[in-house]
Nanobody, 120 residues
Framework: QVQLVESGGGLVQAGGSLRLSCAVS????????MGWYRQGPGKQRELVAA???????NYADSVKGRSTISRGNAKNTVYLQMNSLKPEDTAVYYC??????????????WGKGTLVTVSS
């Protein structure tokens, strides 16, 4: 019954910006890591950015310097601000949460993805 809902994807021109959002709901006791992955056409799914419960961040080299991952004040949301977008950023972006469930088990949850298309 844990649900991750992504939003903010769409069509943008090269050089533009987007902010992706992921809202988490359900019986999660605590969130350990929240992250964004993406899968472009003909490519493997790859990590874009991640943020730990302590606020440490990690970015793929391809987006470092032009992307920022952050958590909302309620700590059940995660954002990915992407600037200076390039056509190679075109992909389906997925939200992922590594969490401790209310029963104590450690599980990973995935959203269904939001499409980002960057035109030349």
């Amino acid at each position: 019954q844990v649900q991750l809902v992504e939003s903010g994807g769409g069509l943008v021109q090269a050089g533009g910006s987007l902010r992706l959002s992921c809202a988490v709901s359900g019986s999660i006791f605590s969130i350990n890591v929240m992250g964004w992955y993406r899968q472009g056409p003909g490519k493997q799914r790859e990590l874009v950015a991640a943020i730990t419960s302590g606020g440490s961040t990690n970015y793929a080299d391809s987006v470092k310097g032009r992307s920022t991952i952050s958590r909302g004040n309620a700590k059940n949301t995660v954002y990915l601000q992407m600037n200076s977008l390039k056509p190679e950023d075109t992909a389906v972006y997925y939200c992922k949460v590594d969490a401790t469930a209310s029963g104590g088990s450690r599980l990973s949850y995935w959203g269904k993805g939001t499409l980002v298309t960057v035109s030349s």
